[in-house]
């Protein structure tokens, strides 16, 4: 994974109740991610990751395929170089 932020979404993506089959859009992911965020935290996603590849690791490892790629969709842009440069002086 390439970021902290990036395994953290992937496992709240994982966690919350969107399904793959919804084929959601990325607004959608990001709200998942929040929403998922705010009701069980990071330990709760990491918890809910962890039960499921231990009772079902069939299922679990392409769902957590599945939440990367939407992840890396739906955060394409908010972790660029342009959003950490310092603004310009006005002139």
Not at 13 to 41: K, W, Y
């Amino acid at each position: 994974m390439e970021s902290t932020f990036e395994a953290v979404r992937a496992e709240a993506l994982f966690a919350s109740t969107l399904q793959m089959s919804q084929v959601p859009a990325e607004a959608d992911v990001r709200a998942a991610v929040t929403t998922t965020l705010r009701q069980i935290g990071v330990q709760g996603c990491v918890a809910t990751v962890a039960a499921e590849f231990g009772d079902h690791p069939e299922t679990a490892s392409p769902r957590m395929n599945w939440a990367l790629r939407m992840i890396r969709q739906a955060y394409a842009h908010s972790c660029t170089p342009e959003v950490f440069a310092r603004p310009t002086a006005l002139a």
